[in-house]
């Protein structure tokens, strides 16, 4: 690790002042990520700004029937808020999917939908990688690419995003609110993380110095009958090789509302609006299911050591539905 | 030390009790001292700079940044290290030769043997100035064609050299040909990959020159063999170096050799002149410490139409480093597990530019069973018969390969005591045939089998007036509860309390233990601390004669003879002594070997379950049933049984090291990234054992640290086989195999 200045922030106005006027600084909330980072020496921020003072820990009820999550709120505590239990089940099974208790007793929000990718050689400062080093190449393409995508990758680039979190609140159609010096502005979950095309160290559509204050969910009442389902290398503690969020509503066996997104398949939390757009007001049956699959991952591209993550992620997809659709008849 | 235990709180012998071990408190409570743990005044910290190349020169190094940081006392490379003596000549007359984990003579050289290779050490006054440092060092390398890619070599490898204690081949009658000839066969090949142990305490070396004298805090498995090789490598008398470890974090053989961790600590003390402590980063402990070899393995079989065997052929091919390492006796098992008409086994070898391989728990036998047992399981299957049953059809009179008698042998026994407890009668044998919801549900055995030794060791027993026993020997407590076995049978042996009995251990100025390794160390000192004890029962006769004080307590006898304390010793650690303690220990292990085949063995239950949707593997039961001889302490022989059960879970559904065949680079050295189990990978385990001594054995006990990993990678694998018709052939078992 390298030596760095570390700043704690009283408000969020400081906070985004600060970050403005440092041109190598990182905001600081849970540590899980950017400290192990930092130990490795793949992040070397001159400047640490602590931001776990600011007033961003609060879960509230929107008007409307949505809800309100302060960036700062710890992992646990969001698995474990009465509201997000009941109303958006995917989202406490997501998180409490992810890490360990010790972690998610640490790591916030705006820092879980900031981590970066589990990549072997993004991990390797001896390695190439286009997203820690631009233009070294990717030494995953012809490597170690088990935990690599299948969806949206390059020539450049083909790491995912590790978050749990992220695939459930993909699902959800969750809004991020983010404020720097110019102001607050609001964009879509689904269009915080970027596709690495040829620059993968682009990795958000967040400018250096904005800050995520709050993730807002709307009101969703298919959210009710919703599952997180992860699919990884041992029981616990392993990010996911393939995860499917889901919430579907089944009525007189006919799919009325239904939202999907994927996880460990791509650099952002895959939205699959493809599946969704077969699956809406189709038969609730096994061939649906697997026609919506497929069209999903119809794009997808592998390396010889992800290329079962295309038919897991099938198969993943068909049997989260098809337990949804046991479970929301039993409701 | 724990006296609540009913265990103790009774007359009688203690041998055999589940007694607490006495090292618990001290460990529960943090008073236990690690070898990262000693603050010594002034003491420095260090941190090294690993190659990125596995083979070539170095043509530049910069430090001037690395300088700069504040608090760095030095950065040593091969342009300022102080000289180091080369590494020892292997000699079977003495043992300690072989400590040597590499030949390399570290930071004395430009030359790169692999990727990892520590290239340079900063010393500062902080741990993280001195990592911070260490980040800054830059090196430019010639680089050298080298090869690393195991899968592509494994072509060139050669036959293994045989040696005293490991045979290369062994064969019976002409298996070849039985093979061709037999009613029901099967030709398999199977492939295992690198492994790395993983101990919870990583590496960690506290060094402390006092001018010529050095003291070492080493987390070490071998005390002796670390004294005697930092003696010769900084050319100082062995009587100087001082090495000092009772407590180790775990080794599992990754603590077996000297690796360039607890040299360069010295290394950098001398150069400093500072105490120097070098605490490995969990990568810095897969870039110098070696793992276990990958292997390929070829199992061939040949059987009646019942099942009998008429031919055995298991080959294996496993790698070693150009700069050490060494062979893995993968087919050791093969040669004596059933009764083959014919047998044959070959191991070869490929030489690799990479970190030398080095033991890790049941080095062969380990990933052996995993093959021979799913090979004995699909023969089970084409001949339709029960896998316990094919067992029970081909168990051996005698050792099958040279028709030598079994010291012990009641696998039998383990296999009725285990299907018994486990249930297998239950069973359907069809694959498939068992869910439970929508889970299938699979059920598998197999043997277990570990060799058993025994080294010479030094050990003094002392009876005070008072009434207490002091027992003293340089071993070191990793975890087995050595102190309180070795307690326990002092207690009997002398027949005091096991309260009255004290042990001194973890240090070099004790008599010589020999380190933790092949499963050897509580029976070998066993064997020298029983015939002290009858050393000392005899002077204390010859006092009471003396004195007419026969028939009382030890303590009385004393007090009658006015002697405050006796003492007696067995081995001697003078040069002579040592090498006449060594011949000994080589003549009676040849005639041990012409006479006996002394092992441990056991039979594995498992039952798996797996997703049918996404082949995701979970064990959900286990037993495990083993002949071990005499149980000397039931509770901490069941931990070492259950923890090489859960180290073979790993083996078998997830642990795989990843050396990138385009460079030889470690890419996963990290808990993150190499996935042990965790706890929720981990069902009940149930251990039992048949608790019979084995007659050519101290007090009749059999090693217990590497048998329970044996045959647990070949029981799931025969379990997932049962419960999805799908037979894997290469480890570790992912669920992408069987999707």
């Known amino acids: ?331 | 030390m724990t006296t609540t235990l009913p265990a103790t709180e009774t007359a009688g012998p203690v041998v055999g009790r589940p007694i607490d071990r006495v090292d618990g408190t001290a460990k529960t409570t943090g008073a236990a001292r690690f070898s990262a743990e000693y603050p010594l005044p002034d003491l420095a910290h260090a941190a090294l700079v690993h190659s990125t190349i596995s083979r070539g020169r170095i043509t530049a190094i910069g430090t001037e940044a690395a300088a700069a940081v504040p608090g760095v006392v030095a950065v040593l490379t091969h342009l300022n290290a102080p000289p180091l003596k080369p590494a020892p000549k292997v000699s079977p007359l003495d043992l300690s030769t072989l400590a040597s984990g590499t030949s390399v003579d570290y930071l004395n050289t430009d030359e790169v043997h692999w990727d990892g290779q520590p290239v340079a050490v900063v010393v500062a006054d902080t741990l993280d100035a001195a990592r911070e440092a260490a980040g800054l060092v830059t090196v430019t390398y010639e680089t050298r064609p080298s090869t690393v890619d195991f899968a592509a070599e494994e072509k060139n490898a050669k036959p293994q050299k045989s040696t005293l204690i490991m045979s290369g081949a062994a064969k019976k009658g002409d298996a070849e040909a039985a093979l061709a000839a037999a009613p029901v066969s099967l030709d398999l090949r199977f492939t295992t990959p690198t492994h790395h142990h993983n101990a919870i305490e990583p590496h960690a070396t506290t060094a402390a020159w006092d001018g010529d004298r050095l003291t070492v805090h080493d987390g070490t498995q071998s005390i002796d063999w670390v004294r005697t090789h930092l003696a010769l490598r900084f050319g100082v008398p062995a009587a100087n170096v001082r090495v000092i470890a009772p407590f180790v974090g775990g080794g599992f053989g990754g603590k077996g050799m000297v690796w360039p961790g607890t040299i360069l600590a010295a290394l950098a003390a001398r150069a400093t002149g500072r105490p120097v402590r070098l605490m490995l980063t969990r990568e810095g402990v897969y870039r110098t410490v070696g793992g276990r070899t990958p292997s390929t393995q070829r199992v061939a079989l040949g059987a009646g139409t019942d099942g009998r065997l008429t031919a055995l052929i298991h080959t294996s091919v496993t790698r070693t480093g150009r700069v050490g390492g060494g062979p893995e006796q993968v087919t050791s098992q093969s040669k004596h597990l059933y009764a083959a008409e014919n047998i044959l086994v070959r191991q070869n070898l490929v030489e690799l530019d990479l970190i030398p391989n080095t033991s890790m728990r049941a080095p062969g036998e380990s990933i052996g069973t995993y093959a021979l047992e799913a090979s004995i399981d699909e023969l089970a299957y084409r001949v339709g018969v029960d896998p316990i049953e094919l067992r029970m059809r081909n168990e051996p009179a005698v050792n099958p390969i040279d028709g030598k008698k079994f010291a012990h042998r009641m696998l039998r026994e383990a296999y009725a005591q285990g299907a018994e407890r486990f249930g297998w009668a239950d069973r359907t044998p069809e694959p498939g045939s068992m869910r439970d919801g929508r889970w299938l549900v699979g059920m598998g055995v197999a043997s277990a089998y570990h060799p058993s030794w025994q080294f010479t060791a030094s050990v003094t027993v002392r009876l005070s007036v008072d009434g207490t026993v002091l027992v003293r020997c340089g071993f070191q407590e990793m975890g087995m509860g050595g102190a309180t076995a070795q307690a326990q049978i002092a207690a009997d042996a002398l027949g005091v309390p096991f309260e009255a009995v004290r042990v001194e251990y973890g240090d070099s100025t004790l008599p010589v233990s020999p380190g933790a390794g092949g499963s050897m160390q509580t029976a070998s000192i066993a064997n020298s601390l029983l015939a002290a004890c009858e050393k000392l029962k005899r002077e204390l006769a010859a006092l009471a004669k003396r004195s007419g004080s026969a028939g009382l307590s030890p303590a009385a006898i004393l007090a009658e003879a006015g002697v405050p304390s006796v003492e007696a010793a067995v081995g001697s650690d003078t040069r002579f002594g040592r090498k006449a303690g060594q011949l000994k220990f080589m003549a009676k292990f040849v005639r041990d070997q012409r006479r006996w085949m002394k092992a441990a063995c056991g039979a594995q239950f498992c039952e798996v379950r797996v997703d049918p949707d996404t082949g995701e593997v979970r064990v959900s039961r286990w037993v495990g049933v083993f002949d071990v001889g005499r149980v000397i302490n039931a509770k901490t022989a069941s931990s070492q049984l259950r923890g090489g059960i859960v180290m073979g879970i790993g083996m078998a559904l997830a642990e795989e090291t990843l050396v990138d065949p385009r460079t030889g680079r470690i890419m996963n050295p990290s808990l993150a990234e190499y996935h042990v189990p965790v706890h929720a990978d981990i069902p009940p385990i149930g251990v039992g054992y048949l608790d019979d001594p084995d007659p050519t054995m101290p007090l009749g006990l059999i090693g217990v640290g590497e048998v329970g990993i044996t045959g647990v990678a070949g029981a799931i694998a025969n379990a997932v086989h049962h419960a999805t018709g799908k037979r894997i052939y290469d480890l570790p078992i992912t669920l992408d195999k069987l999707l």
């Not at chain 1, 989260?320 to 008849?329: E, K, V």
């Open chain 1, 1 to 331: 690790m390298r030596s760095f200045t570390y700043l704690s922030a009283p408000d969020v106005e400081t906070a985004v002042r600060t970050i403005a006027t440092e041109p190598n600084a990182k905001f600081l909330g849970g540590g899980t990520n950017l400290v192990d980072l930092m130990r490795e020496d793949i992040e070397q921020p001159d400047v640490v700004v602590d931001i776990t003072r600011l007033p961003l820990t609060g879960i509230e009820d929107l008007p409307g029937g949505g809800l309100r999550i302060g960036a700062l709120v710890r992992n646990s505590r969001l698995a474990a808020h009465a509201s997000v239990r009941t109303r958006y089940p995917v989202l406490a099974q997501a998180v409490l999917n992810g890490a360990s208790a010790q972690l998610r007793n640490m790591a916030t929000v705006g820092g879980n939908l900031l981590q970066r990718t589990r990549c072997l050689y993004f991990y390797d400062g001896a390695a190439a990688c286009n997203k820690r080093a631009p233009g070294s190449g990717c030494a995953a393409i012809d490597g170690f690419a088990r935990n690599a995508g299948v969806l949206g990758v390059s020539d450049h680039c083909i790491a995912t995003h590790p978050s749990d979190m992220a695939v459930a609140l993909a699902a959800l159609d969750a809004v991020v609110e983010v404020e720097s010096t110019r102001g607050v502005r609001r964009l879509p979950l689904t269009e915080l993380h970027l596709l690495p095309g040829s620059t993968p160290q682009v990795e958000t559509a967040l400018a250096a110095d904005e800050l995520i204050t709050a993730v807002e969910l709307p009101a969703l009442p298919v959210a009710a009958n919703s599952r997180y389902r992860k699919v990884r290398d041992r029981a616990s503690y392993a990010f996911a090789l393939v995860s499917v969020a889901a919430a579907m509503e089944v009525e007189d066996g006919v799919v009325t509302d239904v939202r999907v997104a994927l996880g460990g398949v791509s650099a952002k939390p895959w939205r699959a609006h493809e599946a969704e757009r077969i699956l809406l007001g189709a038969p609730a049956t096994e061939e649906s299911f697997l026609r919506a699959a497929a069209a999903e991952l119809a794009p997808a591209a592998a390396r010889p050591d992800n290329t079962f993550k295309i038919e897991l992620a099938q198969r993943t997809i068909v049997a989260t539905l098809r337990r949804l659709r046991t479970d929301g008849s039993a409701a």
